[in-house]
């Protein structure tokens, strides 16, 4: 069976803050371990956490809205936007009273365009974040181990590389005031029911496996796709239940170099743009409607 692991390492902060002395932080924290298994889908944080869970159904990618509610400006973030459903979002961020201070990445996409370049040139002030790791472009580059704030609750960032070589996992903070119980933000690294391939963008089944991560079993797990209608699931379902991640290494290394599956129709046009917060699209636009 597959031993999940998650890397955690100390970072450093690195940038000036909009509702708090510390909005990214690094910490070192004892291994936890696993509690009882719940499969509970509604994290419970008294009044503080607001989320919803977004789909764009082409490349059938979920973009996730979390919000500290309690706090005065309410501030919030997306993770994985998609540039197809930028209006959508921020419409949604306005009707809900949010103001939105990160646009977030798990990882370089391959099968869409991120929404974080044209986000930012729609909302003043949202920073984008992605993965140091992932040598690309963004306001805020994390490693794993910091811990992004948004008002009075946080987002720690794990380090699970294998389906590219910069994807992290944003997991919700371990507190008495965090929402319980925890919630992964995974991408592409851990599916439910399946993980990412590993045959691009610096992909290793060898470091997948290692590094897909060790959470309390009932902690859920949100992706960055489903292509079978699933919304959810935990540590303990996939540990018992994952096709792929409950094999050893060997045939968990087979099973990947045997999928035979096509590149995603868009990655000629999505990599390269991701590589630059999703701008390239936009700023292509922008200099044409200049030049006419």
């Known amino acids: ?20 002395a510390h909005p990214i932080q690094a910490k070192q924290r004892p291994a936890m371990g696993s509690l009882s298994y719940t499969t509970s889908s509604k994290p419970s944080s008294g009044d503080k956490l607001l989320f919803r869970q977004l789909f764009e159904k082409e490349s059938s990618t979920y973009t996730y809205l979390l919000a500290d509610v309690s706090h005065p400006d309410k501030p919030a973030l997306l993770i994985d936007p998609v540039d197809k459903t930028v209006e959508r979002d921020l419409s949604l961020v306005k009707e809900l009273g949010l103001k ?11 099968d869409h365009v ?14 984008s974040i992605i993965s140091k790791a992932s040598k690309s472009k963004a306001d805020l580059l994390v490693e794993a181990g910091d811990k992004i704030y948004f008002g009075d609750l946080f987002l720690e960032v794990r380090g699970t590389p294998g389906h ?5 996992t944003y997991v919700t903070g371990d507190g008495p005031n965090q929402p319980q119980p925890r919630m992964a933000f995974t991408g592409d690294a851990l599916l439910i029911r399946g993980c990412g391939r590993t045959d ?26 489903d292509y079978k209608g699933f919304t959810v699931s935990t540590v303990g379902e996939e540990m ?5 991640l409950t094999k050893d290494e060997e045939t968990f290394k087979n099973i990947m170099e045997n999928l035979n599956l096509p590149y995603p129709k868009m990655i000629d046009v999505a990599v390269p743009a991701n590589m630059v ?16």
């Open 200 to 225: 691009f963008q610096g992909g290793s089944s060898h470091e997948l496996y290692k590094s897909i991560f060790t959470l309390p079993k009932e902690t859920l797990i949100y992706p960055a796709h």
């Open 114 to 127: 991120t929404g974080t370049g044209l986000i930012k040139s729609k909302v003043p002030g949202v920073q």
């Open 277 to 292: 917060c999703g701008l390239q699209d936009f700023s292509a636009k922008q200099v044409e409607a200049v030049s006419n």
């Open 1 to 20: 069976m597959l031993r999940l692991n998650l890397l955690r390492v100390s970072a450093v902060v690195r940038s000036p803050s909009h509702f708090s």
């Open 100 to 110: 939105l201070i990160y646009a977030m990445n798990t990882h370089v996409h391959a």
């Open 164 to 168: 590219t070589l910069g994807c992290v």
């Open 240 to 244: 018992l239940y994952n096709p792929r």
